[in-house]
């Protein structure tokens, strides 16, 4: 076993108080001065469980104006070691194979799950995907925030944590796959967009598993 | 945007240090004035982007001996950020769904991809399991030894570092489940190793669907 320092324990402790009092992303904490008094410890010791929670992305120090909650839910930058990967087609490949496991269950999820105000943000999305698709700009970020908020409409919450991660690998990874499908996608899309709006999660299972599949054979095709 | 620090500069290019040599888990880093010489900075910068390398389970740093890249794999601690999830029941059923939709897939996987060896050493673990079972002693920490290795066996890279991040968050939260059922369970693991062993990918899929429904269950019935 390691030995826990000062500065672990103590981050321990400040986490335990952050969902004590329920604070959520953007929630101001207390200062520096405050937080030396509630965990009685030095100023140094707070100052290293705030570094430890801000690597966790648990807080996010904003110079000047104090430390908050960070919007990153404590996921961590690069949770699951792609960087340690040395393979990046083969990670690439792998990212694809659990995209095409994971998200047709979860869009069957998000239909039966979405609220009529998760099916008005999804549709807002999907309006702005489609401008820019029209203005032949790059996508690729919308089409990211397309998929994650379909994890989130699933209110499946390790999902809407999960899902990010994947679906931003792929983008970071198979950088070089050109988006210029544009009419594929575009009517891809809206049709998982549709079988959630209207609840029919097999056909929203359905269309998600043909556009990842679309998506794969476009990655294979440029791969050749 | 947030500005990087020299750590993180300093990090960042020590990481593609470790990829463009190869180095693996148990590897020994260059030491601290070796670093300092190669990566072009001071003493502190180094120690930072060590620290910082550290808080994400890249490198570990073994007092007196030196540093060494962790057999983490870059698997941060708490990478999906359930430390910042309040409701604990509604966790574990989310992990829970997760795993239904993620296993049994990823058992077809490993009965398609496994090696020879990967099967001799499944059927180790399978042995020590049965064994802590036949003893009615605790066998959560060989149980998701088994499901890991299972995913290893899948040889999707990405999957072999996510499973044990899900399978040790049930155990965490589901925590209150006793783990009581010896013949059931002992019955069920079986059947997903054979199927493993044999190549019938369609019956380990259902083995182990089979065996995380008969879990939920029990979670479920534990709940009421």
Redesign the interface.
């Known amino acids: 076993m ?1 030995k826990q320092t000062l500065g672990e324990i103590a981050a321990q402790k400040l ?1 335990g108080m ?2 004590d009092k ?1 604070y959520t992303a953007g929630d101001k904490l207390p200062t520096e001065a405050e937080l030396v008094e509630r965990l009685g410890v030095g100023r140094n010791t707070v100052r290293e469980a705030l570094r ?1 929670l801000m ?4 807080v ?1 120090i904003r110079q000047g104006s104090g430390t908050f909650i960070s919007d ?16 990046r087609r ?2 690439t490949e ?2 694809i ?2 995209r095409v ?2 998200e047709p ?2 869009a069957a ?1 998000a239909a039966q799950n979405a609220t009529a105000e998760d099916v008005r943000v999804l549709g807002d999305i999907l309006l702005e995907l489609e401008s820019c698709m029209e203005r032949h700009e790059d996508y690729a970020e919308k089409d990211s925030q397309f998929h994650a908020h379909i994890a989130g409409c699933s209110h ?4 809407t ?2 899902v990010p ?2 679906t931003d ?1 792929v983008r970071v990874f198979a950088g070089s796959v050109r988006e210029t499908e544009y009419d594929k996608t575009r009517e891809s899309h809206r049709r998982i967009y549709e079988a959630i709006r209207d609840r029919r999660p097999v056909d929203a299972q359905q269309a998600m598993y043909f556009h990842l599949m679309f998506n794969d054979n476009r990655y294979r095709d440029e791969m050749k």
């Open positions: 390691e986490l952050i969902q329920g430890i690597s966790r992305n648990i996010t990153k839910n404590g996921v961590a930058d690069d949770p699951l070691g792609f960087s340690m990967i040395e393979d083969k990670l792998d990212l194979q659990i496991m994971l269950p979860i999820l499946n919450l390790v999902m944590n999960l991660v994947i690998g």
